[in-house]
Structures are given as structure tokens and as C-alpha cells.
């Protein structure tokens, strides 16, 4: 396979999606905490009506909304008080022509009422009278019983990353557990006689490990349950073995550095001596990320991702992330948050790759500007100190300054 001759980022999303099988990865029923961010492996639905009651939505009084057509300021329309309604409690009364009860917001409509009158538009002459200047509507101020969810209604789908705006949903009703997706169990196995531990101080010619750590990051946050290898010296033999027994303990693998084409990189020949169909890409039209490997041991997919770690970590997102998906489960389509900005300055690209650029978000009056962050790929500042990644498609020979872009956020997750 020729490392020179690089696949296209979308034919290289068709090629991982080819080549998984969609949700490899058991379920397990789990409390309802413990579910966000999970993939819900089985549809979750209401048992309930959402409200179970008709209730009020503001502090009024709940009267029959036919009783107070034509009351106005200048004539109001007399109803008789018979009570007020606690919150938490049942009520046993029910109204008659011309009666009206108190009631708070979120409080529960009594038999025969079908309106609440907000309490700024009557007035109380004595304790047993109620004058309303206002006409109500049917349902006006009122949630009626089932109107929000009725019994029976999907509250959410199967394969859908469960978010937090999701749990009060569920909630309210009375979900307290739910089946989701298990882990996927992802390797990471960092190479280089280069690096060493993050608790070490380099010597001169060393670096520590950057992308065990902030790929192991991305991973827990997608949902994954992360194995790391730690780090495997520049040995043929060492790393075939430590690649052997990542691959029969996760279901996913993910090596760091080594992917080129160097005398002593070692993932291509290593994934050549596992389980077939082994090596199916060398070579990625991404800048950065040109030196990525895809390949199946047996069933196990691996990825051999660029060392530097912005090139690393950009590979992981835009096409780790759609086999990890898939995996799991996932049948909703992962988008990430964008926001729309104007481009600071002339953005150069070649054409014939798809170019991600780290930029700065800064917001004005009329919205975001996006600054592009220039720098290497071995610089994982970048990505501290951007806000979000630009794509500059491999169509485009770059983008303009002055020309709207969409901005994929860093650490958003799309809905």
C-alpha cells in the first residue's frame, strides 16, 4: 500500500463504517445518574401522563372559563369564593356556575374548572365574593393533564447519547433506571524512545507522553472505558507483543506515534502480522493527520494515529470518533455544536485534503470572528488555546477573510 497516495477523508468514513458492525458492545441497566452520557441501548418510554393533573400556571383563581365571558374593568363578573387549593393535596370539591377557588401556581384544577384567572386582574370585596375584570379563555393558564408527554410517548429513542437537558425529562417521569450501551473498551498505546511518563522530568531529547493523556480525555468523555499501555520503546518485538494483548482485551485500539513511514515505525508491519484483514489504509488527505492507519485484527479495529498531539487528537475526533459511534450504537447522527463566525484574515489551503484549523472565538456586536491559530502540529497549545477547529473542505483552495464559516466547538456536543 502506497503511503504516498493518501485516501480521502470521506472515502476513509466509509471505509471504517464498511468494515464495523453496528453495536458490538452489550447493554446494562444502570440508575438514572449514572445514564448521562451513555448510548440507551432500548427505547425509553412514558408511563405516565406529564402533568398527572391539570394544573395552574400562575397564582390566581380557577373559575369556568364560560362564567367570565364579557367581564371587563368596567364590568366584572362576580363569582363566589368556596375555597383555596393547597399545594400536594387532592381537591374533593367541584366548582358550580359562579364559583371559584384560589390557587397557586403549579396547583391542581378542581372537577368543573377549566381556566384560572390571573390574580392582578380581580379583586376581593370581602372574603366570600371574587370580581373578575378579565375574560379567560378555555385551558388559559392551565397545563392539562398529558399535555406536556401523554402515556406512551417515546421520551427517548435507542442508540441516543443520553444528555443532561434529557434527565429532568425523564425525571419527572419516574424513569430512575434505563438500559444503555456497555463501555467500549479502548486501548492506548503510546511508542517513542523519546517519551516518557507525565511524572517525569525529560531529559534532553525526551518529551512526556501529551497523548495518552489528552486522547484518554476525549475517549471518557465520548463514553469509553480507557486501558492505557503506557509507553512502548522503539522494539519491533515489544511492541507486537503489547499490540497482540491490547487486541484480545478491548475491542478498539488506538496507538500513538509510529504511523509513518520511518525505519523504526512499527504499526504497519505489526498490524500486518495479527488476524486478517489487517493494514486497510496508510495514508490520510488531512492536514493535519497525513501518517493515519486503519486496519482490523480480525474483528478489532486499530488505529494508528500521528505522534504530534494536535494531529493526533484532530484524526481521533473527525474519524476515531465515527467508529466509535457505530460501535456502541449510536443511530442518531453525532453533530457537533457549531456556531457561525466571520473569518479574521485569507485562509490558504491545497486543494485535494481536508484542512482543520484550531481557531480563537472572539464575540462582537455582530456576532463571533473567527481567528485562526497558526502553529505546528507538535504544538498541543493550540488546542488550550483555541476555541474551536475550522474545516476547510479538500474541494477549496481556502476560505476568504470577511467569508462566514461554521465553527466546530471544542468539548460541545451536538443535540
Given at each position: 500500500?502506497?503511503f504516498l497516495?493518501?485516501m480521502?477523508l470521506?472515502?476513509?468514513?466509509?471505509?471504517?463504517d464498511?468494515?464495523?458492525k453496528q453495536?458490538?458492545?452489550?447493554?446494562?441497566?444502570?440508575?438514572l445518574?449514572a445514564a448521562?452520557?451513555?448510548?440507551?441501548s432500548?427505547i425509553?418510554?412514558?408511563?405516565?401522563?406529564?402533568?398527572?393533573?391539570?394544573?395552574s400556571?400562575?397564582?390566581?383563581?380557577?373559575?369556568?372559563s364560560e362564567?367570565s365571558?364579557?367581564?371587563?374593568?368596567?364590568a366584572?363578573?362576580?363569582?363566589?369564593?368556596?375555597g383555596?387549593i393547597?399545594?400536594?393535596l387532592?381537591?374533593?370539591?367541584?366548582l358550580?356556575p359562579?364559583?371559584?377557588?384560589?390557587i397557586?401556581?403549579g396547583g391542581?384544577l378542581?372537577?368543573?374548572?377549566?381556566a384560572?384567572?390571573?390574580?392582578?386582574?380581580t379583586e376581593?370585596p370581602?372574603?366570600e365574593s371574587l370580581l373578575?375584570q378579565?375574560?379567560?379563555a378555555?385551558?388559559?393558564?392551565?397545563?392539562?393533564r398529558?399535555?406536556?408527554i401523554?402515556?406512551?410517548?417515546?421520551?427517548?429513542?435507542?442508540?441516543v447519547?443520553?444528555?443532561?437537558k434529557q434527565v429532568?425529562?425523564l425525571a419527572a417521569?419516574?424513569?430512575?433506571?434505563?438500559?444503555?450501551?456497555q463501555?467500549l473498551?479502548?486501548?492506548?498505546?503510546?511508542t517513542?524512545d523519546?517519551l516518557?511518563?507525565?511524572?517525569d522530568?525529560?531529559?534532553?531529547?525526551?518529551?512526556?507522553?501529551v497523548n495518552?493523556?489528552?486522547l484518554?480525555?476525549l475517549?471518557?468523555?465520548?463514553g469509553?472505558?480507557?486501558?492505557?499501555?503506557?509507553?512502548v520503546?522503539?522494539?519491533?518485538?515489544?511492541f507486537?507483543r503489547?499490540l497482540?494483548?491490547?487486541?484480545?482485551?478491548?475491542q478498539l485500539v488506538?496507538i500513538?506515534?509510529?504511523?509513518?513511514v520511518g525505519a523504526?515505525d512499527y504499526?504497519?508491519p505489526a498490524?500486518?502480522?495479527?488476524?486478517r484483514?489487517?493494514?486497510?489504509?496508510?495514508?490520510?488527505?488531512?492536514?493535519p493527520g497525513?501518517?493515519t492507519?486503519?486496519g482490523l485484527a480480525?474483528?478489532v479495529?486499530v488505529f494508528g494515529?500521528p505522534?504530534?498531539?494536535?494531529?493526533?487528537w484532530?484524526v481521533?475526533?473527525?474519524?476515531v470518533?465515527c467508529a466509535?459511534?457505530k460501535?456502541?450504537g449510536?443511530t442518531?447522527n453525532?453533530r457537533?455544536?457549531?456556531?457561525?463566525?466571520?473569518?479574521s484574515?485569507n485562509?490558504?489551503s491545497?486543494?485535494?485534503?481536508?484542512?482543520f484549523?484550531?481557531?480563537?472565538?472572539v464575540?462582537?456586536?455582530?456576532g463571533?470572528?473567527?481567528?485562526?491559530i497558526?502553529g505546528?502540529s507538535?504544538?498541543?497549545g493550540?488546542?488550550a488555546k483555541a476555541?474551536?477547529?475550522?474545516?476547510?473542505?479538500?474541494?477549496?483552495?481556502?476560505?476568504?477573510?470577511?467569508?462566514?464559516?461554521?465553527?466546530?466547538l471544542?468539548?460541545?456536543?451536538g443535540?
Amino acid at each position: 500500500m502506497d503511503f504516498l497516495h493518501c485516501m480521502e477523508l470521506a472515502q476513509a468514513e466509509r471505509l471504517v463504517d464498511e468494515h464495523l458492525k453496528q453495536g458490538m458492545v452489550g447493554e446494562e441497566e444502570v440508575e438514572l445518574l449514572a445514564a448521562v452520557g451513555r448510548v440507551t441501548s432500548r427505547i425509553v418510554w412514558s408511563v405516565d401522563d406529564l402533568p398527572g393533573y391539570a394544573r395552574s400556571t400562575v397564582d390566581g383563581f380557577a373559575i369556568r372559563s364560560e362564567d367570565s365571558f364579557g367581564a371587563s374593568e368596567s364590568a366584572a363578573a362576580l363569582f363566589t369564593l368556596i375555597g383555596e387549593i393547597a399545594m400536594g393535596l387532592p381537591v374533593c370539591q367541584t366548582l358550580q356556575p359562579g364559583q371559584a377557588m384560589a390557587i397557586p401556581t403549579g396547583g391542581m384544577l378542581p372537577e368543573g374548572a377549566d381556566a384560572v384567572v390571573m390574580l392582578e386582574y380581580t379583586e376581593q370585596p370581602d372574603a366570600e365574593s371574587l370580581l373578575v375584570q378579565k375574560m379567560v379563555a378555555p385551558s388559559e393558564n392551565v397545563v392539562r393533564r398529558g399535555e406536556e408527554i401523554a402515556a406512551g410517548t417515546v421520551l427517548v429513542d435507542a442508540g441516543v447519547r443520553l444528555c443532561d437537558k434529557q434527565v429532568g425529562l425523564l425525571a419527572a417521569c419516574g424513569c430512575s433506571r434505563l438500559w444503555v450501551k456497555q463501555r467500549l473498551k479502548v486501548a492506548i498505546i503510546s511508542t517513542g524512545d523519546e517519551l516518557v511518563d507525565i511524572q517525569d522530568t525529560p531529559r534532553e531529547a525526551q518529551v512526556r507522553d501529551v497523548n495518552t493523556y489528552s486522547l484518554a480525555a476525549l475517549l471518557t468523555r465520548w463514553g469509553c472505558e480507557v486501558k492505557r499501555y503506557g509507553i512502548v520503546r522503539d522494539s519491533f518485538e515489544q511492541f507486537l507483543r503489547q499490540l497482540t494483548e491490547a487486541t484480545h482485551e478491548c475491542q478498539l485500539v488506538l496507538i500513538s506515534g509510529g504511523s509513518s513511514v520511518g525505519a523504526r515505525d512499527y504499526t504497519v508491519p505489526a498490524i500486518q502480522a495479527l488476524d486478517r484483514p489487517g493494514l486497510l489504509m496508510h495514508g490520510l488527505a488531512v492536514k493535519p493527520g497525513k501518517p493515519t492507519i486503519f486496519g482490523l485484527a480480525g474483528s478489532v479495529p486499530v488505529f494508528g494515529l500521528p505522534g504530534h498531539p494536535v494531529a493526533a487528537w484532530i484524526v481521533c475526533e473527525v474519524l476515531v470518533r465515527c467508529a466509535i459511534e457505530k460501535m456502541i450504537g449510536v443511530t442518531t447522527n453525532y453533530r457537533s455544536k457549531k456556531v457561525s463566525a466571520v473569518l479574521s484574515r485569507n485562509l490558504p489551503s491545497l486543494p485535494g485534503r481536508d484542512d482543520f484549523v484550531p481557531v480563537r472565538l472572539v464575540e462582537q456586536a455582530t456576532g463571533y470572528v473567527a481567528e485562526p491559530i497558526f502553529g505546528k502540529s507538535g504544538m498541543i497549545g493550540l488546542l488550550a488555546k483555541a476555541d474551536g477547529i475550522l474545516h476547510v473542505p479538500a474541494a477549496n483552495s481556502g476560505l476568504y477573510q470577511g467569508e462566514t464559516v461554521w465553527v466546530r466547538l471544542l468539548g460541545g456536543e451536538g443535540v
